[in-house]
């Protein structure tokens, strides 16, 4: 029996790809008015090498990426792309259609909800209160505070350990195969995939570790399971 239902933030309780590139467009489009010597796409290119190399969660794309054209920061520039970034991502913010009912749904049921996300906690608690969610969750555990990312069983251990639940008890919602799924599945919890399709090496590590996994494409669905 179910008790505790974990989530995972982003791609799974809201739509945050979509949006990340129009933010980041904007952001490169104000820096441009402003001096930055490059063409839109050389721009938007260039960020996107800084992101892949230093990941999302980094703080200082703008920085570097001053610092690669100009050979040192500019801080007005830098300040311009923080602001613009920040201003269309937050306008764009938006959950997916079921989220709200669902995780209604999942209250009623008497499920203790949590989240458990690779990032920065007070960024993550951000995201919950500017989504409206954060009432709903009992525990946020970031890799931030755990101190290592999904799928390292230690952040799945210590939300379970901050829920008061057992893994065999718990389940976790998640876009990301190996992150999401995987960590949580190697610690004893189960499992469903929303927001994404199982490529044919997961369908094959399926079959190999004899795992029926269910996956939904809506985040509406999960209550079929639940
Ligand atoms: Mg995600």
Redesign the pocket.
Known sequence: MIKAVFF?????LYD?SGFARLARKAAINVMIDAGLPLSSDEAYKLLKEIIKEKGSNYDKHFNILTRRVFGEEKPLLIALGMITYHNVKFALLRLFPKTPSTLIYLKSKGYHLGVISDGITIKQWEKLIRLGLHHFFDEVVTSEEAGVAKPDERIFQLALNRMGCQAKKSIMI???FN??IVGALNIGMSAILVNSELTPDEKEYLEENNIELNVVSNIGDIIEFL
């Open positions: 995972d933030i982003d791609d799974t945050t998640g876009n990301k992150k999401d």
